[in-house]
């Protein structure tokens, strides 16, 4: 059973539960700092990775769907690759519905095939944690709401690298809604002075199909689920419960009956995102609305620039 992350994690400082498992976290980093190895550069194809260092909910999804926009505009072949994971199949299908998506245990078999195929362009959504691949970008995307958390990496907080990796990476994006993220961006820049930053915003593209005078009970299974509800209140969305489950969580028929039971109970509409939605059977989607997402990103023409540069040297 999926469980949910633990609340300490999102402290702005750690607590003694965090500073018990502390030992455990650094015994984890020294692993994976073993890991690291040399790393394979492809000079046929642009590669550019959109990942994050604090586990889930950070829109790198969603970022890297829009890069995949810009490429389009500019009538460059570009892909997708994601690792694959059976319980990251919401994010597979959301993909899939802007390009192609190669799926494999290996990104290194997807990116070979994605050569073979022809493709310019690969974008990753996720892999700044694999070794083998030496990115031409590397985006590491952080949620403004919930930041680095305790700064303590796993299992003694969010993060899956300690900060100083953040030296690796050239750009970063701060993603959500209209919180201040200027301690944040200090933070990351104490790691990477010369790291190059971008702000990006939700944008709610189907609200004029939903009925504001309803109410609704809203459930989500993905890692910014605060996010998400501050978008949809902005929205002035009439929220009379929302129930907050794992990350990338299966739905069971228990579930959801006790959900549609409740909706009965209050005359309440369910609403969910898509990720989740997409996670359902036909069946089941029937009495559930979802809000389609995009990140609308501060500084376009600028990230474009930097995705034209980086295609012609290749």
């Known amino acids: 059973m999926k ?7 999102d402290y702005k400082k750690p607590n003694i539960y965090a500073k018990l498992l502390f030992p455990f976290a650094k015994i984890i980093e020294i692993f994976d700092y073993k890991k690291v190895k040399s790393k394979k550069n492809f000079s046929q194809i642009l590669t550019i990775c959109v990942g994050n260092i604090y586990i889930g909910g950070t829109g790198k999804t969603s970022i890297s769907i829009e ?12 892909c997708f690759i994601k690792k694959e994971y059976s319980k990251q199949k919401d994010e597979q299908k959301l993909l899939s519905n802007f390009g192609k998506v190669y799926t494999n245990k290996s990104r290194l078999d997807s990116i070979n095939q994605a050569i073979q195929d022809g493709y310019s362009v690969a974008i990753f959504d996720d892999g700044l944690q694999d070794y083998n691949i030496d990115y031409n970008i590397s985006i590491v995307c952080f949620n403004k ?6 700064g303590y990496t796993l299992p003694a907080g969010p993060l899956r690298q300690n900060l100083k990796s953040l030296k690796n990476y050239q750009y970063v994006f701060f993603n959500g809604n209209n919180e201040n993220f200027s301690e944040l961006e200090n933070k990351i820049k104490l790691h990477n002075k010369d790291i190059k930053s971008y702000e990006s915003k939700y944008l709610p593209l189907n609200v004029d199909e939903l009925d504001l005078d309803k109410k609704y009970i809203v459930f989500s299974g993905i890692g910014n689920h605060g996010t998400f509800i501050d978008m949809l209140k902005s929205q002035n969305f009439k929220i009379i419960e929302e129930i907050e ?10 579930d ?6 409740l909706s009965k109970e209050n005359n309440a509409t369910l609403l969910t995102t898509e990720k989740d939605f997409l996670r359902l059977n036909k069946n089941d989607q029937k009495n559930i609305k979802f809000i389609k997402v995009e990140l609308k990103i501060n500084k376009i023409n600028d990230l474009k620039d930097i995705l034209i540069s980086n295609y012609e040297k290749i």
């Open 3 to 9: 469980l949910k992350k633990p609340k300490f994690w």
């Open 67 to 78: 890069i995949k926009k810009i490429l389009d505009e500019l009538n460059i072949k570009t």
């Open 145 to 150: 709401k919930n930041g680095i958390g305790n």
């Open 245 to 254: 489950y794992p990350d990338h969580y299966n739905y069971t028929n228990n």
């Open 256 to 261: 959801l009956n006790k959900l549609e039971i």
